[in-house]
């Protein structure tokens, strides 16, 4: 068996500046030298009417797009949380990223439109009597450089203050009074079957990157909650990356709230219509790579009866999704508001390259009393694992993990934390921190349904049940094959794919880089291996560690010998508390692992082997290297299978872009590699 250890160059041969896709900046846009970083605090907008609150957030949010394009200029404050991150950058928690730069603090929303009046040549005007327009506004906002402000005249209104009095900025499109019904029934979604007509059909915005959040209609509802779950600030991201924004029902059979008159599955169509088009604008082909979308159903404010509850509905949602070739990044309510990704998406300091703990070794089981010398479980013992979760979206990741991560119990136990890496598309400044600060005892894993995002996976083959398109395997497969790699994970904490039965070829979708372990909705309990995998199912516990624990010790009297337990926002102290009652309990006959080690005992359990497990950990390969050249390269490799890896299996391969050749030249290395060591070449 020959191990090929793969490395990467890249020959650089042009020098060029690398733009953002799509139309860039337009003729005349300034870029701001980056030296102050300027603040805007956006809470009084708490204490505005719904309509004024929603419409002061849009503009800002749409400004914090543009001017935050290309680096980070304008940092909002809306929340404690807001302050904390800004805190963090300018830390060494953060690198000090933002610690050397001068702050100005802008204390007006005229002031706000003056300093950044660069950035942006005008205004969209939008349809307050049609809530979907404001969302058309944003998408438009992103492509053409112009803020989205309403059409209401109220004395206090921005229309008021910054287009008929003050500045007087230049209306360069209006959506005002252009849809009343007359194509689908619907004005909401005729403005939707516009917007997609003049910028997905025609490539003028990236339709690869979307945001599914309210509209407007929030000002109708805002009494339902918390103001910032309208999640206006969101925005700002893909309005940055030039993406589309809307707002849709997911069901055919019943009438959403917000467009009650609409003929039956109006919105649903028009979504259905929306992602085909998405689809097909893909480069180079359709169907060639996956489709990110933020946000989630608003099912505070629409879309949830008594027909179709928040569950359902969050289902067939992904199914409608997924079968696009869609993932989510899901903002759901009510932790879902996040400001300043567009900020965020500009930090310097992640690796190519993060290495979690050395995996266990067949020595460690034994010394650990879990295996006999012979490979043999020692009977009449239960394992168990948490999924700390829920961090599937950047909104709750943003929000939640940072106060967890700081309990002072953080390390007693093992604990498998399930965040989804793509989430460091929109919040990449936690992550160089999470892997510094790890304890042995903290071990990284997938969240849903795997690192590249919430989805599916089933609606990934053929049948697609809603889409009927081809299949997007080999293209799920890439996308979270880079992240896996990057970060270092081999175990995918939780496969949800709605009510519908998982299958084999789903979970052959992971088994090429989840090689330690996928875990399934609990619909039955039945450990297996596929392709050497195991495959294991969860049970979510309830909060209530009296109880869980209770739930823990009856699982294993019933003979559930390899369990995966899913807690949701629960901290460290509280795993800590179910894991000593489970002790008291149960004695030694319960063990709490972490995620990798319950994935090797399971295999060893179910007839697997643990050989031919290699992390691939760092080289000091450069970024360039001139034609014809000889460089000095030192790759280093993890042995964490239970073989030796003997120096006469293993080869070093080189992949360069561009089609150029490598030769060696003389490879040395440190002979055979024992398991948990390191070998050098």
């Not at 990057?486 to 175990?491: G, I, N, W």
């Not at 109880?547 to 010790?553: E, H, Q």
Request: charged letters at 15%.
């Amino acid at each position: 068996k020959v191990l090929k250890i793969m490395g990467h160059l890249t020959l650089i041969l042009l020098l060029s500046v690398c733009c953002l896709w799509g139309s860039g900046a337009e003729e005349g846009e300034q870029v701001l030298s980056g030296k102050t970083l300027y603040l805007y605090n956006i809470t009084y907008t708490q204490h505005l009417n719904p309509q004024n609150a929603y419409e002061h957030a849009h503009l800002v949010a749409a400004l914090g797009g543009l001017v935050n394009r290309f680096e980070p200029n304008l940092y909002v404050i809306q929340t404690a949380t807001d302050s904390t991150w800004l805190k963090f950058l300018q830390s060494d928690k953060g690198h000090n990223w933002l610690s050397n730069r001068p702050v100005i603090q802008i204390n007006s929303i005229q002031n706000l439109i003056s300093q950044f009046s660069s950035f942006f040549h005008g205004v969209v005007l939008y349809d307050p009597k049609v809530a979907s327009t404001s969302l058309i506004a944003s998408t438009m906002a992103g492509v053409h450089n112009i803020l989205p402000i309403c059409q209401r005249k109220d004395p206090d209104s921005l229309y008021s203050t910054l287009i008929e009095n003050g500045p007087k900025l230049p209306v360069l499109h209006s959506l005002v009074d252009r849809f009343n019904g007359n194509i689908t029934g619907s004005a909401k979604c005729d403005a939707y079957i516009w917007a997609i007509k003049h910028y997905i059909d025609t490539g003028l915005c990236n339709s690869s990157v979307m945001g599914y959040y309210i509209d407007y209609f929030w000002t109708t509802v805002a009494s339902k909650g918390p103001f910032v779950l309208n999640t206006v600030l969101n925005q700002d991201y893909f309005i940055s990356q030039q993406g589309f924004l809307w707002d849709l029902d997911v069901w055919d059979d019943d009438y959403p709230n917000d467009d009650p008159h609409q003929p039956l599955g109006t919105d649903y169509k028009t979504l259905l219509t929306l992602f085909q088009a998405a689809y097909n604008q893909m480069k180079p082909a359709p169907g060639s790579h996956m489709i990110h979308v933020g946000g989630f159903t608003p099912w505070l404010f629409k879309y949830v009866d008594a027909k179709h509850g928040g569950v359902a509905t969050e289902w067939q949602t992904t199914k409608i999704l997924t079968s696009f070739n869609a993932f989510i990044d899901a903002d759901a309510c009510c932790i879902n508001n996040m400001a300043n990704a567009a900020l965020y998406q500009h930090f310097p300091f992640l690796s190519s390259r993060y290495n979690q703990n050395p995996a266990p070794t067949f020595n460690d089981f034994v010394r650990s009393g879990f295996l006999h010398s012979n490979g043999s479980l020692v009977k009449d013992k239960c394992y168990y694992m948490f999924y700390v979760g829920d961090y599937d979206s950047a909104a709750w990741l943003y929000n939640e993990l940072y106060s967890f991560w700081n309990d002072p119990n953080r390390g007693k136990v093992p604990l498998g934390r399930a965040i989804d890496s793509e989430l460091s598309i929109r919040f990449p400044i936690i992550y160089p921190y999470l892997y510094q600060t790890k304890t042995a005892h903290d071990r990284f894993i997938t969240g849903d349904s795997g690192a590249g995002g919430y989805l599916n996976p089933t609606q990934l083959l053929p049948p697609r049940l809603i889409s009927n398109l081809s299949s997007a395997a080999a293209v799920w497969q890439k996308w979270n094959a880079k992240y896996y790699s990057q970060y270092d994970l081999t175990f995918t904490g939780f496969l949800i794919n709605s009510d519908l039965p998982m299958t084999t070829a789903a979970e052959q979708l992971y088994t090429s880089f989840s090689r330690d372990g996928i875990v399934e909705q609990a619909y039955t309990w039945s450990p297996h291996l596929t392709d050497n995998t195991p495959v294991l199912h969860e049970q979510d516990l309830s909060g209530r560690y009296q109880n869980d624990a209770k739930t823990i010790v009856a699982n294993c009297r019933a003979g559930k010998k390899f369990m995966v337990y899913r807690s949701i926002l629960q901290s460290p102290t509280f795993h800590t508390n179910v894991v000593q009652l489970v002790q008291n309990l149960s004695g030694n006959n319960t063990q709490v692992l972490d995620p990798i080690s319950l994935g090797y005992l399971t295999r060893t359990a179910l007839g697997g082997n643990n050989n031919w497990r290699v992390r691939y950990m760092n080289d000091t390969l450069p970024s360039s290297a001139k034609f014809d050249s000889t460089i000095n390269v030192k790759f280093e490799v993890r042995n964490n299978g239970w073989n030796i890896l003997e120096e006469k299996y293993v080869t070093l391969r080189m992949v360069m872009e561009g089609g150029k050749t490598w030769e060696w030249k003389e490879v040395s290395g440190r002979g055979d590699v024992r398991p948990g060591e390191v070998g050098v070449w």
